[in-house]
C-alpha cells in the first residue's frame, strides 16, 4: 500500500506544484491583468460614450428628416389642392365655353356641341395627365388652339362675320386632330 500512497502523494505535489505555478503567474502578471482590466473597463465606457453621442446624432437626423419630410408633404398636398382647383377652373371655363357655343350657335345640335366639349375636355386629361413636360406643353398649346378657334367661331357668329351655321373652323379643326 505504500506504492499507492506514494503515487497519490506524488499526484498531490503535482496538483501543488501546478497551484503553486499559476499562483506564481498571477503574482507576476497581476499588475499586467490589472491594466488590462482597466484598459477593457475605459474602452466599454468609451464605447458607450460614443453609442451614447451616435444615439443623439441618429435622434437628430431623424428629427431633421421627418421635419424635412412633414415641410415636402405640406408642400406637395398644397400643390395638388392648387392642382385640384386649377383642373377645375378649366372644367368650369370649358362649361362656359360650350355654354356660349349653344348661345351663339341656337341651331347647332346638341350632339355637336357636346362632341366639341368632349374633345376640349379630352386634351384638358391628356394635358393633365401627361407624363413629360414637353408632351404636356404641346398639348396645352393644342388645348389653346382649340378653345381660341371655337372662341373666335363664336365671336365672328355674333359680329356677323360667320360664313356658315356652324363653327366652321372649329369642325375643321376637330377634323385635324
Known amino acids: 500500500m505504500t506504492e499507492f500512497k506514494k503515487r497519490v502523494m506524488n499526484i498531490v505535489n503535482i496538483f501543488h506544484s501546478i497551484k503553486n505555478e499559476n499562483l506564481q503567474w498571477q503574482e507576476t502578471n497581476q499588475d499586467q491583468q490589472s491594466r488590462l482590466k482597466q484598459a477593457r473597463i475605459l474602452a466599454e465606457k468609451e464605447l458607450e460614450a460614443e453609442l451614447k453621442k451616435?444615439?443623439?446624432?441618429?435622434?437628430?437626423?431623424?428629427?431633421?428628416?421627418?421635419?424635412?419630410?412633414?415641410?415636402?408633404?405640406?408642400?406637395?398636398?398644397?400643390?395638388?389642392?392648387?392642382?385640384?382647383?386649377?383642373?377645375?377652373?378649366?372644367?368650369?371655363?370649358?362649361?362656359?365655353?360650350?355654354r356660349s357655343l349653344q348661345a351663339c350657335f341656337t341651331h347647332l345640335p346638341e350632339a355637336v356641341a357636346f362632341t366639341i366639349h368632349h374633345h376640349a375636355k379630352y386634351l384638358l386629361h391628356k394635358m393633365w395627365e401627361a407624363d413629360n413636360y414637353e408632351q404636356k406643353i404641346l398639348t396645352e398649346m393644342q388645348l389653346i388652339t382649340f378653345m381660341t378657334t371655337v372662341h373666335e367661331d363664336s365671336r365672328a357668329y355674333l359680329e356677323g362675320k360667320a360664313a356658315g351655321q356652324l363653327p366652321e373652323n372649329t369642325l375643321r379643326l376637330l377634323e385635324r386632330l
Do not use: A, P
Open 54 to 98: 451616435r444615439s443623439v446624432q441618429l435622434m437628430h437626423d431623424i428629427n431633421l428628416l421627418k421635419t424635412q419630410h412633414e415641410t415636402e408633404l405640406s408642400m406637395f398636398k398644397t400643390k395638388c389642392k392648387q392642382d385640384i382647383k386649377d383642373y377645375d377652373d378649366y372644367l368650369k371655363s370649358l362649361d362656359q365655353l360650350k
